[in-house]
């Protein structure tokens, strides 16, 4: 039983570095088709979508039928339950990948208006994070999880400093508030990337360690 076991474990975990791999990739990918105005690599990431959305049933599938045929205990359970919620999270950060590629598309080859905030520092602060959740998750690292967890109130604010910024934008050229809004937009898709790395680093840490690491505090689980 033991055997058959670590097997299923074993394929849970390949099934969760690959799409890990193919989600890192798509959100590179939307940056810089944003960045660079690159509407056929733009295209090809809302392309991709259907997938990521295939590789994410089947790795919840095969979650629950490890639940239901093994009914794993204790270090197992906590494996599996993981990767649930870590198999969602990198899910949704594709969408917001797709959700980039779109303000890019819509964007067309030109900019009527220029961003009113640095795009670039923001793509690269949380694909940093990203970037950290995952090793985080692959090296089964619960202390650069912890770290990945510090950049997300730096996230935040630069999300807010950026809405008063489009704000500002607005008022001084209103006649580009078509052209400007969807900037709100991006920077919100960038925060929330954000929250769904954290998101990844504490349930790397539940898996390494057993603690929950939730709403400023640490809750060891027996």
């Known amino acids: 039983m033991a055997v058959l076991m670590q097997n299923e474990l074993d394929?849970?975990?390949?099934?969760?570095?690959?799409?890990?791999?193919?989600?890192?990739?798509?959100?590179?990918?939307?940056?810089?088709?944003?960045?660079n105005r690159d509407l056929a690599l733009a295209r090809k990431v809302m392309n991709g979508d259907a997938q990521i959305d295939n590789m994410e049933i089947a790795l919840e599938e095969e979650c629950l039928k490890a639940l239901a045929l093994h009914q794993p205990v204790a270090n197992d359970l906590r494996f599996v339950v993981s990767v649930l919620k870590i198999n969602n999270d990198l899910?949704?950060?594709?969408?917001?990948?797709?959700?980039?590629?779109?303000?890019?598309?819509?964007?067309g080859d030109t900019y009527a208006v220029d961003c009113p905030y640095d795009?670039?520092?923001m793509a690269e602060l949380v694909e940093k994070m990203l970037r950290m959740a995952l090793d985080a998750l692959m090296q089964?690292?619960?202390?650069l999880a912890l770290k990945t967890i510090e950049f997300d109130d730096k996230v935040d604010a630069m999300h807010?400093?950026?809405?008063g910024a489009v704000?500002?934008?607005?008022r001084n050229n209103?006649?580009?508030?078509?052209?400007?809004?969807?900037?709100?937009?991006?920077?919100?898709?960038?925060?929330?990337?954000?929250?769904?790395a954290t998101n990844i680093a504490e349930d790397v840490i539940?898996?390494?360690?057993?603690?929950?690491?939730?709403?400023g505090g640490i809750q060891e689980v027996s």
């Open 167 to 170: 704000k500002d934008a607005i």
């Open 91 to 107: 899910e949704r950060v594709a969408d917001f990948a797709v959700n980039i590629a779109e303000r890019a598309i819509d964007f």
């Open 11 to 35: 394929r849970l975990k390949k099934r969760l570095l690959n799409l890990t791999a193919e989600v890192e990739g798509r959100v590179q990918q939307s940056v810089s088709a944003l960045l």
């Open 206 to 215: 539940y898996q390494v360690n057993g603690e929950i690491v939730r709403h």
């Open 119 to 121: 795009i670039a520092h």
């Open 140 to 143: 089964q690292d619960a202390e």
């Open 160 to 163: 807010s400093q950026n809405f």
């Open 174 to 196: 209103s006649d580009a508030i078509d052209r400007l809004v969807p900037y709100l937009s991006i920077s919100r898709y960038f925060e929330r990337m954000g929250d769904l």
